[in-house]
């Protein structure tokens, strides 16, 4: 009786608890950015004493107040500036051209990277494993094949931010009638946590999925 009042425990402050910290580490990484500002700024120094969020709050200031001003024509040619700034130092224009790229593609409102998930045979042919759609991976990686392929990236359990770019003609690939969260639950857990069938509406589909289902 003692161990299921304890496993009933745990079940209970375990999700909690492990929450509480990620947000305390979110909240302190955050609180970091109140160093950017001039001593005589410091909440500390004005106030007396931390205020924590406070440095989250001023972050989402200032990419909203970023975006805002991106988004009329003097802030556009100041962007310009910027890039083109960048593109001119040698190690700083690479990985900021990556970066760029990258994050235009995953947080384009018009895209369709990452907002699929699927099954595809990985790592060989009678194993499964869930995927997210990225995209075509355009002519340059396809010249001489005889098809079109889709990109997918497959995470790894239990650490999604890792795992494998494979590129797999769209008949290969099962679409899965789940949200990327979902799917991206069920790796985290390493499968302990299903995805709720009939939950969610049909997925948007990437057009060389819906070719290959025609």
Do not use: C
Request: net charge neutral; no cysteine.
């Amino acid at each position: 009786m003692l161990k299921k009042y304890l496993m009933t425990g745990l079940l209970i402050w375990v999700p909690l608890a492990v929450t509480l910290w990620v947000l305390d580490l979110i909240v302190t990484a955050m609180d970091r950015t109140l160093l950017l500002l001039p001593n005589g700024w410091q909440p500390k120094q004005l106030l007396g004493f931390d205020i924590p969020g406070l440095g989250l709050l001023l972050s989402l200031l200032v990419v909203v107040a970023t975006g805002m001003l991106a988004r009329n024509f003097i802030g556009r040619q100041l962007l310009q500036w910027w890039e083109g700034l960048l593109a001119r130092i040698p190690i700083v224009r690479s990985i900021y051209s990556s970066v760029k790229q990258v994050s235009d593609t995953m947080l384009s409102p018009k895209g369709n990277a990452f907002r699929q998930a699927v099954l595809v045979e990985f790592p060989q042919r009678g194993q499964w494993a869930i995927g997210l759609v990225v995209g075509a991976p355009g002519p340059a990686l396809t010249r001489d094949l005889a098809e079109d392929l889709l990109t997918i990236f497959v995470p790894t359990a239990p650490n999604p931010t890792s795992g494998y770019t494979i590129l797999v003609p769209p008949r290969e690939v099962k679409q899965l009638d789940i949200t990327v969260d979902d799917a991206l639950k069920f790796v985290i857990s390493l499968g302990v946590v299903t995805p709720v069938e009939g939950r969610v509406h049909a997925p948007r589909t990437p057009a060389l999925l819906s070719e290959a289902g025609e």
